[in-house]
C-alpha cells in the first residue's frame, strides 16, 4: 500500500514508516492518485521527500577485528575490538534533494573582512612612513638629505605606493561589498528559499521513467534539471 500523506511504499504496517501518518486497511482509500505524467501508471511513484529520506542510511558497527603484520621477516598478529561509523546517500537522493538555506555573512566573518581591510590599510600606508623614518635616521644633514631625496622623488615614491593600493587593496573592497550585500539581501534570499522548498515538497519520482513531476501542474523534468526548476541559483 502506499501512504497517503507521503506517497511512500509500505506493508503491513499500522502507520507510515516515513511520515508516521496512520494506514488505511482500505485499498481503494491508499491507492494513490497521483500517475506518471509519461506512462500514466502509478506503481511507481514516490514522493520526493520520501525518496530522498529513504535514499539516506547511517549505522554504527562495533566488532572483534584482527590481522597479520610484518616487519623484517616476521611474522605477528594483532586483534582487538573496531568501532566503524558512516553515512551513505544513494545517488537519486542527493540529486533531488532539499535545498539548503542560503548562507550568510556571520559577526565573526563580517569583524574577519575589517581585519582584512585594515590590514591592506596598514601595509599601504606603514611603508611611507617607514621611509620617511629611514631617510631622517640615515641622512643626518638636512640639506644633503634635500638632495638626496628630491621632491620628484619623494613624488615617485608616494606614486607608487598608490598604484600598489589599488592593486592591493581595489579587489578586497569589491569582495567585501559582495559580501556586505549578501548580508543585507538575505531576507528576500530566505523567503526565496522557503518558497523553493514548497515546490520541492509538492514533487513525486517515476522510477521507472526517470522523471520529477508535478501533478497539479503536470511540469516534468529529468532530475538534473530540479537546480533548475528551483531557481536555487537566486537565493544561494
Known sequence: MFCKECGAKFENAKFCPECGTPANNNPMQVTPSVHCPIDGKSDSIQSIPALVAGGNASGTF???????????GNVGYYGGSTTLSGALTSDIANALAKPTPPATMGALSLY??????????ITIVGPYFVFRALTQKL?????FRKKVFTPGFSAAYIL???AGAGIEFFPITLLLRKQMNKRLDYPRRYQQWKESCTKWEKLYYCHRCGVVFNPKTN???????????LHIDEFE
Open 160 to 162: 607608487f605606493l598608490v
Open 139 to 143: 641622512v643626518k644633514n638636512p640639506e
Open 112 to 121: 574577519g573582512w575589517c581585519w582584512i581591510a585594515l590590514f591592506s590599510i
Open 219 to 229: 511540469e516534468h523534468f529529468s532530475p538534473d534539471q530540479m537546480h533548475e526548476y
Open 62 to 72: 562495533s566488532g572483534p577485528s584482527g590481522g597479520l603484520t610484518y616487519n623484517n
